[in-house]
């Protein structure tokens, strides 16, 4: 099951960190070349197996939300400080459970059961169902996860 788990969130974090590195890629061209050649090479590469997003999130297919704000704006590291490494699970997945996600963890799948019923809607795949917004609160929620200490809260001090 944590290798499951491992794999999913590597997944997610590899999907957020090639959405980044292709929005944010730097053309080296030789120092002659000109700013309008730069800038159609930037927007092919940009473009180049760029997975389809959405720009708002659809309405929740299962259920209420416990964070609905996951899906509305972009989180930061900072406001995730003091949440548990749990707590940023459960917030990260539901952002999936509503979607209609098939968990394959007995945990989530019983946790999203009981809070959200049996969800009609089941997919093994919502990736072309999740919004710029959530794609990159997914990505913020593993790296707060990652530097969760343990049981224990986010320390992203000295």
Do not use: W
Request: glycine share 6%; charged share 25%.
């Amino acid at each position: 099951m944590k290798t499951a788990a491992i794999i999913s969130a590597s997944l997610i974090v590899g999907i957020f960190i090639g959405i980044f590195i292709s929005n944010y890629k730097v053309i080296l061209k030789s120092e002659v070349a000109d700013k309008k050649e730069i800038s159609s090479q930037k927007e092919i590469i940009s473009t180049k197996n760029k997975p389809k997003l959405r720009k708002e999130s659809i309405p929740c297919v299962c259920g209420e939300k416990v964070y609905p704000y996951t899906s509305s704006r972009l989180l930061s590291l900072k406001e995730l400080e003091g949440l548990d490494k749990q707590s940023l699970r459960i917030m990260r997945n539901e952002i999936f459970a509503c979607h209609g996600f098939v968990f394959k963890s007995s945990d989530l799948v019983q946790y999203f059961n009981i809070r959200n019923g049996e969800c009609s809607v089941k997919r093994s795949n919502v990736d072309e169902y999740l919004s710029e917004t959530e794609v990159k609160n997914i990505g913020t929620i593993s790296i707060a996860e990652k530097n969760a200490q343990g049981e224990g809260t986010i320390y992203f001090g000295r």
